[in-house]
């Protein structure tokens, strides 16, 4: 699948996103919303995913993943289920991110964490794909500034733990190199806030 493709040809900055999400040190009962293909949630140990795509769905239960057809502001969950919730560059694709925050927030246990991760608007990342990216995938996308998104988190009562970002180092156009993690800079392309439910 060509959406699958670029985690191979981009093999080097897909685990600098990994090493950034492994940093948030997310632990328990994990839901990804729009887990794709699975390939974020198979690397975190997530259980569960959302995804309205059944293509996508197919090979995320090929990944392992226990995956429901559905979207993020309608999710099929009791209230208070998850340890963690995972929204890892799909924030830009739903239609209503504040009721999938909100939905996120229900379905949460309290104390539970939920990590959003993004690429800023602002980024030299998120200029690119704004600009110049062919990718069928993010020419509908509607990026956020990580204000943006720390501002929705506050609204529905989440508390900001910590930030991590990666692809600080290199741009869209350059040659890629392994990173670690920055904690509390939002200067990165891929930027993860990850926040508590109070």
Request: glycine share 8%; with cysteine; charged share 25%.
């Amino acid at each position: 699948m060509r959406y699958d493709e670029w985690y191979s040809r981009n093999r080097i900055t897909a685990e600098n996103e990994v090493k950034a999400l492994e940093a948030l040190g997310l632990k328990g009962l994990g839901l990804e919303i729009g887990v794709g293909t699975g390939f974020f949630a198979s690397k975190l140990g997530i259980r569960y995913g959302i995804d309205p795509s059944v293509n996508m769905i197919k090979l995320a239960r090929d990944r392992g993943i226990e995956v429901i057809a559905g979207y993020g502001e309608y999710l099929p969950f009791r209230d208070q289920v998850f340890d963690f919730i995972a929204i890892i560059v799909t924030l830009c694709f739903v239609n209503d991110p504040l009721t999938v925050l909100r939905e996120s927030w229900r379905v949460l246990k309290y104390g539970g964490l939920i990590a959003v991760c993004i690429i800023p608007r602002d980024s030299e990342w998120g200029r690119y794909y704004r600009m110049f990216s062919r990718s069928p995938f993010y020419r509908v996308a509607k990026f956020y500034s990580t204000d943006e998104v720390k501002s929705m988190l506050n609204q529905l009562n989440f508390k900001i733990l910590k930030c991590v970002s990666t692809l600080n180092s290199y741009g869209p156009k350059d040659q890629p190199k392994y990173e670690e993690p920055k904690f509390n800079t939002v200067s990165g392309g891929f930027v993860c806030l990850l926040a508590k439910k109070m």
